[in-house]
């Protein structure tokens, strides 16, 4: 017999009690509230008590990756080439949040389409139809872009073009009640409404406008104490959004410190893969490098797509999010305001409205300016932009109910009760 053996049994049995202990001692969690009320002192779920569901804490919903939250020096690092002076560079931090980790592709926005064309009005089918007139140019042959870019197969995994921020916004309500309602086949609780995005009646009020819930009877009403569905899906804040573009986590030195700041959405000063192999000097993303030139030559192409890409064409960034910079500008949540920088809070900033910056302090009756509350950020950069764009700090603006050949969105969602 091993002399150790003895030795070794006590300390497994020595370990295995401390486990116990502090089992036992544990603390209560959301994830484990224990069997009664630590402020009562009354049993939950009892016949006639306080039901509370088990719940093993949030799961990414699909397509989710997980961001995990910090403090970042949010605001432009390049020359401001455009004097614009619109995001100064400052401090804030973003709460721990999920991102998609892939622009939406026209198969996503097909599937919302067969959706509500089979269970909402004709009016809310054809308002959400994406413009396919964004890709009609007079002095081009863009024609079949035209009819064929949003339906045919083969471009099914890329990016949805012709999208305005409205219709993003909707859905977005469309894709949490999909994605809840699937979940709770699988055995979640629900109130006794559902999932229903039903034909209105006459009489009955149009889908509400802009950001607002597409319907009253479109809104998802599971219990969400039962801790079986999932947050709303939306579109990011434009500091989340520069946060996952930035991607800081791949730079972490130690004890805080990072070993350098990043232009792009990886490090270094180019947009070519720096990195020894067969990849080495291939570019990052999909961009116009100059102009006429959309992907380089025949045989030696150097982003590999003339327009569009598909979704995981390029290499993911430290968070593991696909085209963060090029393919599709994407939209975020925020109303465009010049002065945001020095303005909005240093957690979680976002502009939701013209508050502290009102649309009547801009001249538009005699088109001195644009600015008013319908103007919407968008950021990345897109295959018909130019190296300056995919820079995460740059940012632009467009009307909400507009659309362009060279924008598209990925949506976001509030990460409950973790930071980790």
Not at 291 to 304: H, L, V
Request: hydrophobic share 30%; charged share 25%; proline share 4%.
């Amino acid at each position: 017999m091993n002399q150790h053996q003895p030795l070794r049994s006590i300390v497994y049995l020595l370990a295995f009690m401390a486990l116990l202990g502090a089992c036992k001692s544990k603390r209560p969690t959301s994830v484990n509230p224990g069997k009664k009320s630590t402020a009562t002192g009354i049993g939950y779920n009892q016949e006639s008590g306080f039901q509370v569901a088990k719940y093993r804490g949030q799961s990414a919903g699909p397509n989710l990756v997980f961001i995990e939250g910090g403090r970042f020096t949010m605001g432009a690092l390049e020359e401001d080439v455009m004097n614009s002076r619109d995001n100064r560079e400052r401090t804030v931090s973003i709460q721990s949040f999920y991102m998609d980790e892939t622009e939406i592709a026209n198969i996503h926005y097909l599937e919302y389409l067969d959706a509500i064309q089979r269970d909402s009005s004709e009016e809310f089918y054809k308002a959400a139809l994406p413009d396919t007139n964004v890709w009609t140019n007079p002095l081009s042959y863009n024609d079949p872009y035209v009819t064929q870019y949003l339906r045919f197969p083969g471009f099914r995994y890329y990016p949805v073009v012709g999208v305005s921020w409205v219709q993003a916004n909707d859905y977005s309500i469309w894709r949490t009640n999909a994605v809840n309602a699937n979940l709770a086949k699988g055995g979640g609780q629900k109130q006794k409404k559902g999932f229903s995005l039903k034909r209105k009646k006459k009489g009955e009020e149009a889908p509400a406008a802009e950001g607002e819930q597409v319907a009253k009877n479109s809104q998802t009403t599971y219990a969400m104490e039962s801790g079986n569905i999932l947050p709303n899906y939306r579109l990011p804040s434009e500091a989340e959004w520069e946060y996952a573009a930035k991607a800081m986590i791949g730079t972490q030195y130690i004890d805080e410190n990072q070993s350098n700041q990043r232009i792009y959405p990886w490090d270094g000063s180019s947009v070519r893969n720096s990195k020894k192999g067969r990849k080495q000097g291939q570019m990052l993303a999909n961009f116009k490098r100059g102009r006429g030139d959309y992907a380089g030559i025949a045989g030696k192409s150097n982003d590999a797509a003339i327009i569009t890409a598909e979704i995981y064409e390029y290499p993911p960034n430290d968070f593991g999010l696909y085209n963060m910079a090029g393919n599709v500008n994407e939209w975020v949540y925020d109303v465009y305001r010049p002065l945001s920088y020095q303005d909005v809070n240093d957690l979680n900033p976002l502009r939701r409205n013209g508050y502290l910056d009102e649309e009547k302090n801009y001249d538009t009756k005699n088109m001195n300016s644009v600015i008013n509350d319908k103007l919407r950020v968008y950021k990345g950069g897109s295959w018909s932009d130019v190296a300056y764009w995919l820079a995460p700090g740059t940012r632009r603006f467009m009307d909400q109910d507009s659309a362009t050949a060279t924008i598209g969105f990925r949506c976001a969602m509030i990460a409950g009760g973790r930071n980790k």
